[in-house]
């Protein structure tokens, strides 16, 4: 799963925000690393709206287009959350792996293609 994806769901959860909107603050907000295309953006609010998972709000024809979660995006949310956590507990275990694999092989630790055993 893309951190794109859990990332729309989220901003749109804690406010109404339009698609522009949501590049600027998937970054600011450290969710993302780069700043999305708009053009992936819309893809991803297109099929969570064909989901029901979110809905359009128009205020009139010449607003910019504002996101709200649905209950059935709510829902969802919530599952994509447990879904990260579940990942989050896998990769800290990994990373705890290496720290202690760091410090048995100091080639490892010096980026030497060396042997340990030399």
């Known amino acids: 799963m893309s951190n794109l994806r859990p990332t729309i769901l989220l901003l749109i959860a804690d406010k109404r925000i339009h698609g522009f ?3 600027d603050k998937a970054t600011t907000k450290g969710y993302l690393k780069e700043t999305p295309e708009l053009a992936r953006v819309y893809r991803q609010i297109k099929k969570y709206t064909d ?3 979110i809905e359009c709000i128009a205020p009139d024809d010449k607003s910019a287009k504002y996101y709200k979660l649905t ?3 709510e829902k969802y949310l919530e599952k994509v ?3 990260i956590a579940d990942q989050r507990k896998c990769l800290d275990n990994m990373l705890a792996k290496h ?4 410090k048995r092989l100091p080639a490892i630790n010096t980026g030497s293609c060396e042997s340990p055993d030399k």
């Not at 720290?99 to 760091?102: A, G, S």
């Open 71 to 73: 209950p059935e995006g």
């Open 21 to 23: 909107q949501l590049t």
């Open 51 to 53: 989901n029901g998972w």
């Open 81 to 83: 959350m447990e879904h």
């Open 99 to 102: 720290e202690e694999i760091k």
